[in-house]
């Protein structure tokens, strides 16, 4: 059982490019979230999504692109970096909101830089 | 919109004492969830204790336990025993109990235990 896991851990991009970063839990958790954590700022949500085919908008989406096509899968798209997206980007899961003690396991992060 | 805010920064201890940190929420919601989360030099989130707020009882997991002051709207976690291990930065969240497991989190306490 390896939770939830991020690749890359690390990443330096250029502004104006795209990539994605990953995100997978094999625990079975309908629930799946991104935030980013910025100096001082605490962790923000991104985008989350309720289950497989359903996605939605958190308090800083703009500049990312989510989909969910399956349950273990959760992948964060940035489609043309740029600097003030520069973060360390945390993936989270939990089962069913209506269900449990509302647990959300995270990922080890991904570290991005845009230059 | 609901916020948590957590008022200091950075707090230090002597090891082996007994350190308070706080934390307040803004919701007019009734039926919630509060947690602490550390994140030690790894960035690694780990929940540390929750507590629902239809419980009035306090929540405690060995050396730490929360005061819980639902109409004040406070949140404090004593850590009790304080050992090197527990310095980290530490953060307060919130959900607020719907179909969503979406976390608000407050900018974070960072915590130096000193030997």
């Known amino acids: 059982n390896a939770g939830v896991t991020q690749t890359p851990k690390f990443q330096v991009l250029k502004t104006g490019q795209s990539m994605t970063l990953q995100c997978a839990q094999d625990m079975n958790h309908e629930y799946m979230s991104w935030y980013r954590q910025d100096p001082g700022m605490g962790l923000r949500l991104i985008h989350y999504?309720?289950?497989?085919?359903?996605?939605d908008q958190g308090e800083v989406p703009n500049g990312y692109n989510v989909s969910r096509s399956t349950t273990e899968d959760f992948p964060l798209r940035l489609l043309s970096a740029a600097p003030s997206q520069t973060s360390v980007y945390f993936c989270?899961?939990?089962?069913?909101?209506?269900?449990?003690?509302?647990?959300?396991?995270f990922g080890p992060g991904t570290r991005l830089t845009v230059t | 919109a609901q916020t948590v805010t957590q008022s200091q920064p950075e707090m230090s201890v002597q090891e082996a004492e007994t350190v308070t940190l706080s934390c307040t929420y803004d919701?007019?919601?009734?039926?919630?969830?509060l947690f602490w989360y550390k994140q030690p030099p790894s960035r690694q989130m780990i929940l540390v204790i929750r507590?629902?707020?239809?419980?009035?009882q306090n929540a405690t997991e060995n050396r730490f336990s929360v005061n819980f002051q639902k109409a004040a709207k406070s949140f404090s976690l004593k850590i009790s025993d304080s050992q090197l291990g527990d310095t980290a930065m530490y953060f307060c969240a919130y959900n607020y109990g719907g179909s969503q497991g979406n976390l608000i989190f407050g900018k974070g306490t960072k915590l130096s235990v000193k030997p």
């Open positions: 919701t007019s919601e009734n039926n919630y969830y």
């Open positions: 507590q629902e707020a239809y419980k009035q």
């Open positions: 999504s309720v289950g497989a085919g359903i996605t």
């Open positions: 989270a899961s939990m089962v069913d909101p209506g269900q449990g003690a509302r647990e959300q396991y």
